[in-house]
C-alpha cells in the first residue's frame, strides 16, 4: 500500500477549520521532510506548507500562512495540518509528500518528493 495515507477531508462553510492527518508506513517522520501541497480544477499543484527532518516549518505560500499550522507527531508517525478560518479558495484535493533520508529539507518543487498519499478532498462553499 501507500507510505503515506491522509484522512479528515470534509465539506465546510466558510469560516469553518479542518485538522488533515498523514501517517506515514516504513519510515519515522524525523527522517524526513514532509510537505502539504492542493490541488484545485484546472489549477497545477500547489505547495503550502512543509515541515523538515529537524521539525522546522516552511511556508510555500503566502495564503496559508496565519491560518495553516504544520505539526507532527513523532510516536504516531503522523503529521497533520490544521487549517483554520477556511475560504472559498481553499477548496481542492490536498495531499502530503515526503523526501525521505536523514537531515531531509524541504523544497517547493513537487518533484523532489519521492513518496505521495492518494490525497483528500476540502470543500469550502456556503
Known amino acids: 500500500q501507500k507510505p503515506l495515507m491522509e484522512s479528515g477531508g470534509a465539506a465546510v462553510q466558510p469560516g469553518g477549520s479542518l485538522r488533515l492527518s498523514c501517517t506515514t508506513d516504513?519510515?519515522?517522520?524525523?527522517?524526513?521532510?514532509i510537505g502539504w501541497f492542493r490541488q484545485a480544477p484546472g489549477k497545477e499543484r500547489e505547495g503550502i506548507i512543509c515541515i523538515n527532518s529537524r521539525g522546522l516549518t516552511t511556508h510555500f505560500t503566502d495564503a496559508g500562512e496565519g491560518r495553516f499550522t504544520i505539526s507532527r507527531e513523532s510516536v504516531l508517525n503522523a503529521v497533520y495540518l490544521q487549517m483554520n478560518n477556511l475560504t472559498p479558495g481553499d477548496t481542492g484535493d490536498y495531499y502530503c509528500?515526503?523526501?525521505?533520508?536523514?537531515?531531509?529539507?524541504?523544497?517547493?518543487?513537487?518533484?523532489?518528493?519521492?513518496?505521495w498519499g492518494q490525497g483528500t478532498t476540502v470543500t469550502v462553499a456556503s
Open positions: 509528500a515526503a523526501h525521505v533520508g536523514p537531515g531531509a529539507m524541504c523544497l517547493m518543487t513537487p518533484t523532489w518528493y519521492d513518496s
Open positions: 516504513g519510515f519515522a517522520v524525523a527522517d524526513a521532510a
